[in-house]
Nanobody, 126 residues
Framework: QVQLVESGGGLVQAGGSLRLSCAAS????????MAWFRQAPGKEREFVAA????????YYADSVKGRFTISRDNAQNTVYLQMNSLKPEDTAVYYC???????????????????WGQGTQVTVSS
């Protein structure tokens, strides 16, 4: 059974940092594009960041560019999201996701992703 399990969420003050982890089990994802999405209350799930299979290519939503960093450790089958200079508008449930292949097109499109974690809550207080 394939599982993506997020951890590292919590409550932090504005300006603070958090590091999210996503541990995969059931299969390896070293050949898959992976990403983070988030969903705030009453809003649609939105793209945050994506990383290609090797970790050498990344892309970010404009709202987090320069503050968040996505990375991966294929040996550990884990993806990370380092979040710095957090703002109250970053408050959301953050989801780890993986595509079924290494394709990179439409990396910000939710519908391209096959495997999803259960999410981890990030709350940023002002």
């Amino acid at each position: 059974q394939v599982q993506l399990v997020e951890s590292g969420g919590g409550l932090v003050q504005a300006g603070g940092s958090l590091r999210l982890s996503c541990a995969a089990s059931g299969r390896t994802f070293d050949s898959n594009t992976m990403a983070w999405f988030r969903q705030a209350p009453g809003k649609e799930r939105e793209f945050v960041a994506a990383v290609n299979w090797s970790g050498r290519v990344t892309y970010y939503a404009d709202s987090v560019k320069g503050r968040f960093t996505i990375s991966r450790d294929n040996a550990q089958n884990t993806v990370y999201l380092q979040m710095n200079s957090l703002k109250p508008e970053d408050t959301a449930v953050y989801y780890c996701t993986a595509r079924g292949d290494r394709a990179w097109f439409d990396y910000s499109s939710l519908n391209r992703y096959v495997y999803w974690g259960q999410g981890t809550q990030v709350t940023v207080s002002s």
